[in-house]
């Protein structure tokens, strides 16, 4: 995790150096924050539901005015699934990704824009409650660390942001032989489990 966390602070550094070196003027090196709605789908689970998370990292355009372009972002992102299981089972897996995307973006004649590309993701944090309880039951679940999705972005430009809305599709089955002892309902070790989740967000 500390490497890869590295690696991607490398990026950036690199990323910023390579815009001030070579004074490319319409390209931008900022700050994106959104807000997001996932849930993790599949055989595994029963009943998950909706929960609310959210983002915040970096991200970097080249050249956003031609109309075709590309969108890179490396940020930090908080979701999971919640679940419908009553008081006495599991009502929540919180889940923290960091997400590197490299996406081609498409101008449209409005000034908006499309991003769509592959995102890769390393799993930080996983942690299970069970009904209202505020501490987690159990930590470091077992799940595949690493995640690959497909993004899918449209930009609202405006004066001072952009405004931001997409999703994220897990390709990837993440299950790793999961089993949870004593847990309410029982779940399905070998079933399927994809990442899923869907974005409001401002760029800066």
């Not at 109309?67 to 930090?76: L, M, Q, W």
């Not at 923290?96 to 995307?101: E, I, N, Q, R």
Request: glycine content about 8%.
């Amino acid at each position: 995790m500390r490497l890869f966390l590295v690696i991607i602070v490398l990026a950036l550094i690199e990323a910023s150096s390579f815009a001030q070196s070579n004074d490319l003027v319409n390209s931008k090196l900022g700050i994106k924050t959104s807000i997001n709605l996932s849930s993790m789908v599949g055989s595994t689970f029963v009943n998950p539901r909706i929960k609310f998370g959210y983002t915040a990292g970096s991200y970097f355009i080249s050249n956003p005015k031609k109309k075709t372009s590309v969108y890179a972002e490396i940020i930090g992102n908080f979701k999971g699934s919640s679940f419908n299981n009553g008081d006495i089972g599991y009502s929540k897996i919180a889940l923290f990704y960091v997400d590197a995307s490299l996406l081609p973006k498409f101008q449209l004649k409005n000034k908006h824009a499309i991003c769509i590309g592959p995102t890769l993701s390393y799993l930080g944090l996983s942690s299970l409650y069970v009904g209202d309880k505020k501490k987690s039951e159990i930590d470091k679940l077992n799940i595949k660390p690493w995640d690959c999705s497909l993004a899918l972005y449209y930009h609202i430009p405006k004066t001072i942001l952009t405004i931001q809305f997409g999703t994220k599709i897990g390709l990837l089955n993440i299950n790793n032989n999961l089993i949870l002892n004593n847990v309410f309902p029982a779940i399905n070790p070998k079933g399927s489990i994809q990442n899923i989740s869907f974005e409001i967000g401002m760029l800066f």
